[in-house]
């Protein structure tokens, strides 16, 4: 038995808390990648570092951090949008950031990772209780993998 199997209340609690950081983090860079650098700023940005595609996959990314991002604060299709911004994550750090190193000082991949992993461990924990999953999808599938 571990700390988070004797009290439901730490995990509804940490899995909240990394699901509203993780998530506001994203948003934030999307919104970044609309607001501060432009779709077209974004787009020519990705060009220059060797994006395929990149006239689709900027608001194609842009989107989903803006829009994934909200969606796991809130809780709204956790699963499948953490699973995704894990995947854009992990795109990232092999298109862009792993041959600059791990220091993001250097465009290296330390953030990139750490957004990966987090939106990974989402995907796999689940929304927990606190979130619009719970009531959209019931009780049995929102509930974490750690109480099973």
Known sequence: MNAFSK?????????????????????????QKYV?????????AFGQMGVPAAELVA???????????????LGVLTRVFAALLALNMLGALVLVHAPA???VE????????????GAAAIALMGPGRIAVDRFILGRS????????
């Open 59 to 73: 608001p194609v990314v842009a989107t989903l951090e803006l829009v994934g991002g909200i969606a796991l604060m």
């Open 101 to 103: 190193g791990v220091f």
């Open 141 to 148: 599938r929102a509930k974490s993998t750690l109480h099973a």
């Open 7 to 31: 009290n439901p209340a730490l995990t509804t609690a940490t899995q909240t808390l990394l699901r509203v950081v993780v998530g506001f983090l994203f948003a934030a860079h999307g919104w």
């Open 36 to 44: 501060q650098f432009t779709l077209d700023g974004t787009t020519a």
């Open 106 to 117: 250097n465009g290296g991949f330390e953030l990139v990772l750490a957004l990966a992993a």
